[in-house]
């Protein structure tokens, strides 16, 4: 079978998915040029401003602290006035090539500097708009593709971690979290039995196991203590999950983001078989001071 030809010019212009992606496009070409207006005002402010007036202060003032760094050969005026439009032109196309950088490369080119809106992927995610997947659909995204952007599920919440191939990919020390809902090991670290997002029973492991000298109470008393232990056993698995959105909201530093969430059917969580607490949680339950 011969192979397809590829199609011309005019076909590509008259189809519809070209100007589908070429429309997605048109955000970036207005915050590249936001970019470059705004870049170029403030490397060149306008002369008597208040920032014009500030550098040359600071410029008189750092030459006085560092005269040798600042003297150099005297120009005459046709190469000052020539070094002074070279300069402003570099400025003024410096915006858009960087923006044009991080959008091909996802590299950053603000020293280490990345807010949300200078990671490309990121901002494509954002203009896209959140995903929907169910746990069948969420698997795919196991880093097994390499094409495919890697999620990891927490909560029912989902999260790009594809910036951490190197962990979350094939071979990598976190790759059994990829493709999966597993808060409750997020939760207990039993990273072997508990790769499930459900949590049921899991705040046990956050209430403490009595003496076996411990005072004899009231079915009241303890009926009392059990409800405030729930409380604080809630609060800190509430807690240990938001520790690790965090760190996939990309809050902690990582280059990590939300991309949707979890569908999933009602009364999802009673056909799952409830589960105990695994060895490692149960061995690591607090024990109870006396007094309390």
């Known amino acids: 079978m011969p192979p397809k030809p590829s199609p011309s010019i005019l076909q590509t212009l008259r ?55 600042l003297a150099v050969p005297r120009l005459g005026r046709g190469r000052v006035e020539e070094v002074q439009e070279r300069g402003k032109a570099e400025t003024q196309t410096w915006g858009l090539e960087a923006w044009g950088f991080w959008m091909v490369t996802g590299e950053s080119v603000a020293w280490g500097y990345r807010p949300w809106w200078s990671r490309g992927e990121q901002v494509r995610a954002w203009w896209n708009g959140p995903i ?81 000298e411990a005072p004899e109470l009231t079915k009241a008393e303890l009926k009392n203590r059990r409800a405030r232990d729930m409380k604080v056993a809630r609060r800190k698995v509430r807690e240990t999950l938001e520790g690790w959105a965090k760190t996939f909201r990309g809050e902690s530093g990582r280059p990590y983001f939300l991309v949707g969430e979890i569908v999933r059917e009602e009364g999802w969580l009673e056909k799952l078989p409830r589960r105990e607490l695994c060895e490692a949680a149960k061995k690591s339950r607090p024990k109870r001071k006396q007094g309390e």
């Open 132 to 212: 929907r997947l169910t746990d069948a659909q969420l698997s795919v995204y196991s880093g097994t593709d390499p094409i495919k952007p890697i999620y990891v599920g927490l909560n029912g919440s989902i999260y790009d971690v594809s910036a951490g191939r190197h962990f979350y990919g094939p071979g990598g020390s976190y790759h059994f979290f990829a493709g999966r809902d597993a808060a409750r090991a997020f939760v207990t670290g039993c990273f072997e039995e508990d790769l499930t997002p459900d949590l049921r029973g899991v705040e046990e492991m956050f209430i403490p196991v009595d003496a076996p």
């Open 15 to 69: 189809s519809s998915t070209f100007w589908t992606q070429a429309a997605k496009g048109i955000p970036a070409i207005i915050v590249a040029a936001i970019i470059q207006v705004s870049f170029s005002q403030w490397m060149n402010p306008a002369p008597g401003s208040e920032k014009a007036v500030l550098g040359k202060k600071m410029g008189r003032s750092f030459g006085e602290a560092h005269p040798r760094l």
